[in-house]
């Protein structure tokens, strides 16, 4: 069935250092790879997203990379700042239809100032 | 992109009864989604409605359940039946923004409805 695994589920680190949160997925047909990023108490918000045709895009300090043929993508947080703290989810679509989003279990971000 | 609300934003309710929450989009859409988010998890998708269909229910999730209501392209509702404490979460709806490109645009969500049964 379809599946996406998130890695890590929880990452610390230093203001200024970079981040990186890494997902696999199950349905090789899945074009769609979007990051959403939720503040405690708020709703998921879109960051960054990727389709199937492209390899990596970036904007400003986030980008994220796409290897189709190993069904995995990560995204990458350059010069992390303490708002950067939030949980993180990826999200691939699902080939069967209806346009639906399997999303992963999120990578809880901790930033220290 | 799209603009989401949800109604009530938050509310207690007894076990047995039942709750509808509202969801409307400021532009015309052709999915909406309804989600669960259990505190600290992820989120689980609970149905699809689309426009003048069926929803289209994830597995674990029926109908009696959870009856969805999709009456135009800018409104839904999710109904939360027979309400027990497991039944206690975050629901979500969500909305693709309609471009007319042909592929999948992307899911804006709402601010979510906060549940807790007694």
């Known amino acids: 069935g379809e599946n996406v695994e998130q890695h890590p589920s929880t990452l610390s680190v230093q203001e200024g250092d970079s981040a990186v949160i890494k997902c696999t997925y199950s349905?090789?047909?899945?074009?769609?790879f979007p990051w959403y990023k939720q503040e405690l108490g708020k709703r998921p918000q879109l960051i960054i997203d990727?389709?199937?045709?492209?390899g990596e895009k970036k904007d400003q300090r986030i980008a994220v990379t796409l290897n189709k043929t190993a069904k995995h993508f990560s995204l990458h947080i350059t010069e992390t700042q303490p708002e950067d703290s939030a949980v993180y989810f990826c999200?691939?679509?699902?080939?069967?239809?209806?346009?639906?989003?399997?999303f992963g279990a999120g990578t809880r971000l901790a930033v220290h100032p | 992109s799209a603009v989401i609300s949800q109604k009530p934003s938050r509310d207690i309710c007894q076990r047995g009864t039942s709750l509808t929450i509202q969801c409307q989009v400021d532009?015309?859409?052709?999915?909406m989604f309804w989600y669960r988010q259990q505190p600290g998890q992820s989120l689980t998708l609970i149905a699809t409605?689309?426009?003048?269909?069926?929803?289209?229910?994830e597995s674990g999730f029926v109908i009696d359940k959870f009856p969805i209501s999709r009456p135009n392209l800018t409104f839904s509702t999710l109904t939360v039946s027979n309400m027990s404490p497991e039944d206690s979460s975050i629901y979500l709806c969500?909305?693709?923004?309609?471009?007319?490109?042909?592929?999948?645009?992307?899911?804006?969500f709402g601010p979510g409805t906060r549940l807790l049964v007694l």
């Open positions: 409605a689309n426009q003048g269909s069926e929803a289209t229910y």
């Open positions: 969500s909305a693709e923004a309609t471009s007319g490109r042909g592929y999948q645009e992307t899911q804006y």
């Open positions: 990727i389709r199937s045709n492209v």
């Open positions: 349905d090789s047909a899945s074009n769609y």
């Open positions: 999200a691939a679509s699902f080939s069967g239809g209806y346009n639906k989003l399997i």
């Open positions: 532009s015309q859409v052709t999915m």
